[in-house]
């Protein structure tokens, strides 16, 4: 980190603190569950409905239940207005979330159903993958779905030769030096694997191992904020 | 059932450790620990560590009682959807009287509700029956869905609550274990009022003495406590 021209981060964090987050769960009477999960400006929606007979048939898997997440951002989400409906980009992050919780949901017991995970990003500043992996996780509890273990993800980055952990809009958009690097990356609670590790930009191999050890770490605490928020989900709100 | 720990836990939480604990519903065993699998309430008795879910989808149990509508008609007997996972399969010899095989529609029609009896739960569907007193097909009277997870409140300690109000209103009520709940009372006045009594219960199914709220809710309502025409039939609400 000598000579890095990202010196300072323009929100006055550290370069190894996590936004500001806030979680609730059971945000959707209807569902079968729901929770949203918030970093700084980027807010986080998710719904579970199912277990539920899939249709058409022929997708249906007689050995278990099969896991299906759709991602998709609100018109409203960003400053400038996104086309709603599924895009090049939502379809990979629905599909990278999916096989992220895949690794820790265990649907062997509802053969030929399927497990829905819708979602929606109503604010957007950067990281709203591992926001939604978050919510997503905290979501598939609630409803009662057999897991093996929770989910945290976080975005861990690079501006210029700087480590940095919970990436936001600004420091993704960082263009002095080197430019700016992107890892999302999921870790599951209690075996500790990494369940999604994507990586968009530059970065060395010991760098690389760096940031998913700031990580880990900031996994740990995100953990504890969606633990409280299901812990406190009966303590007086559950019908809202 | 003796409750030695009741604490929440979440997917991946540690219960107990100690090789001498058994995982049973909702758990797994990890080496030396006892961890959780489901979002719920754990339970150990007699070393013996289950977790009871809190919210989410009906799982059924053998011995549930459960209303359900006929979605299907097969060779040999009735789809019935409950609101679970998959279908229920309610075969001709379990119903209580001979029905010849190319008369299914008379007995049963599609659309029309039933109380029935969980007789089997296996991985590739459940077994039900009507052939008790008590169960069959419902006539008349209303039909409407709550929080399955608030069943033993409407129910109460050995049917004290459904007695309640039934004995308020001198409807008469069933409640299946999937949630679904059907009055029938005299008219369609009583029924109406029957359902806002239930709602309440389910609404405020946290707060303690509710059987006490409840009785003043009844009495705002303008009912003295006990009606005429008691139905002392139908109780099904033994079990859990």
Same mark, same amino acid.
């Given at each position: 980190?000598?000579?890095?021209?990202?010196?300072?981060?323009?929100?006055?964090?550290?370069?190894?603190?996590?936004?500001?987050?806030?979680?609730?769960?059971?945000?959707?009477?209807?569902?079968?569950?729901?929770?949203?999960?918030?970093?700084?400006?980027?807010?986080?929606?998710?719904?579970?409905?199912?277990?539920?007979?899939?249709?058409?048939?022929?997708?249906?898997?007689?050995?278990?239940?099969?896991?299906?997440?759709?991602?998709?951002?609100?018109?409203?989400?960003? =400053?400038?207005?996104?086309?709603?409906?599924?895009?090049?980009?939502?379809?990979?992050?629905?599909?990278?979330?999916? =096989?992220?919780?895949?690794?820790?949901?265990?649907?062997?017991?509802?053969?030929?159903?399927?497990?829905?995970?819708?979602?929606?990003?109503?604010?957007?500043?950067?990281?709203?993958?591992?926001?939604?992996?978050?919510?997503?996780?905290?979501?598939?509890?609630?409803?009662?779905?057999?897991?093996?273990?929770?989910?945290?993800?976080?975005?861990?980055?690079?501006?210029?030769?700087?480590?940095?952990?919970?990436? !936001?809009?600004?420091?993704?958009?960082?263009?002095?030096?080197?430019?700016?690097?992107?890892?999302?990356?999921?870790?599951?609670?209690?075996?500790? !694997?990494?369940?999604?590790?994507?990586?968009?930009?530059?970065?060395?191999? !010991?760098?690389?191992?760096?940031?998913? !050890?700031?990580?880990?770490?900031?996994?740990?605490?995100?953990?504890?904020?969606?633990?409280?928020?299901?812990?406190?989900?009966?303590?007086?709100?559950?019908?809202? | 059932?003796?409750?030695?720990?009741?604490?929440?836990?979440?997917?991946?939480?540690?219960?107990?450790?100690?090789?001498?604990?058994?995982?049973?519903?909702?758990?797994?065993?990890?080496?030396?620990?006892?961890?959780?699998?489901?979002?719920?309430?754990?339970?150990?008795?007699?070393?013996?560590?289950?977790?009871?879910?809190?919210?989410?989808?009906?799982?059924?149990?053998?011995?549930?009682?459960?209303?359900?509508?006929?979605?299907?008609?097969?060779?040999?007997?009735?789809?019935?959807?409950?609101?679970?996972?998959?279908?229920?399969?309610?075969?001709?010899?379990?119903?209580?009287?001979?029905?010849?095989?190319?008369?299914?529609?008379?007995?049963?029609?599609?659309?029309?509700?039933?109380?029935?009896?969980?007789?089997?739960?296996?991985?590739?569907?459940?077994?039900?029956?009507?052939?008790?007193?008590?169960?069959?097909?419902?006539?008349?009277?209303?039909?409407?869905?709550?929080?399955?997870?608030?069943?033993?409140?409407?129910?109460?300690?050995?049917?004290?609550?459904?007695?309640?109000?039934?004995?308020?209103?001198?409807?008469?009520?069933?409640?299946?274990?999937?949630?679904?709940?059907?009055?029938?009372?005299?008219?369609?006045?009583?029924?109406?009022?029957?359902?806002?009594?239930?709602?309440?219960?389910?609404?405020?199914?946290?707060?303690?003495?509710?059987?006490?709220?409840?009785?003043?809710?009844?009495?705002?309502?303008?009912?003295?406590?006990?009606?005429?025409?008691?139905?002392?039939?139908?109780?099904?609400?033994?079990?859990?």
């Amino acid at each position: 980190m000598v000579n890095s021209l990202y010196t300072k981060r323009s929100d006055g964090r550290k370069m190894d603190e996590v936004r500001p987050m806030k979680a609730k769960v059971g945000i959707v009477p209807s569902a079968d569950g729901s929770a949203s999960f918030e970093t700084g400006g980027t807010k986080a929606i998710a719904v579970v409905r199912g277990p539920r007979t899939l249709h058409p048939q022929h997708m249906q898997n007689p050995q278990k239940g099969i896991l299906r997440v759709s991602y998709g951002m609100m018109p409203f989400s960003v =400053w400038d207005r996104i086309r709603p409906g599924p895009s090049r980009r939502s379809e990979e992050i629905s599909k990278v979330v999916e =096989w992220a919780l895949s690794s820790v949901v265990d649907l062997s017991e509802f053969p030929n159903t399927v497990v829905d995970v819708f979602i929606q990003i109503p604010q957007a500043d950067a990281g709203t993958r591992v926001a939604g992996l978050n919510a997503a996780s905290m979501a598939l509890a609630h409803a009662g779905i057999p897991m093996k273990e929770m989910v945290s993800a976080i975005a861990v980055g690079k501006a210029d030769k700087t480590l940095i952990v919970d990436v !936001n809009k600004e420091e993704e958009d960082f263009s002095e030096g080197e430019g700016a690097t992107d890892i999302p990356m999921a870790l599951t609670s209690r075996t500790k !694997n990494i369940a999604l590790l994507q990586l968009d930009g530059k970065i060395s191999p !010991n760098e690389l191992r760096e940031a998913i !050890n700031m990580g880990k770490k900031a996994c740990g605490d995100i953990l504890k904020v969606q633990m409280d928020a299901l812990k406190n989900v009966n303590g007086g709100s559950d019908n809202e | 059932m003796d409750n030695e720990e009741r604490q929440i836990v979440v997917p991946g939480e540690t219960i107990v450790s100690g090789n001498e604990y058994l995982p049973g519903d909702g758990a797994y065993r990890d080496g030396n620990e006892v961890v959780s699998k489901r979002f719920g309430v754990s339970n150990i008795s007699d070393k013996h560590v289950r977790v009871i879910p809190v919210s989410g989808t009906y799982y059924p149990r053998r011995g549930n009682t459960i209303i359900g509508t006929v979605v299907d008609i097969t060779h040999n007997g009735w789809l019935i959807d409950f609101g679970g996972a998959q279908n229920a399969f309610l075969g001709v010899s379990e119903v209580p009287r001979y029905i010849n095989k190319n008369e299914l529609r008379e007995f049963l029609d599609f659309g029309e509700s039933v109380v029935v009896k969980v007789w089997d739960v296996k991985g590739r569907g459940i077994d039900v029956s009507m052939k008790m007193r008590g169960f069959g097909k419902l006539e008349g009277g209303m039909l409407f869905s709550v929080n399955p997870n608030k069943v033993p409140r409407i129910i109460g300690k050995e049917g004290s609550m459904v007695k309640l109000i039934r004995d308020a209103t001198g409807c008469e009520i069933t409640v299946g274990q999937n949630g679904k709940v059907w009055i029938s009372g005299s008219d369609v006045q009583k029924e109406i009022l029957t359902r806002e009594i239930i709602e309440f219960v389910v609404n405020n199914a946290t707060i303690n003495g509710l059987t006490e709220k409840v009785e003043e809710f009844i009495k705002s309502k303008g009912l003295k406590g006990s009606d005429v025409e008691i139905v002392a039939e139908n109780t099904d609400g033994g079990e859990e």
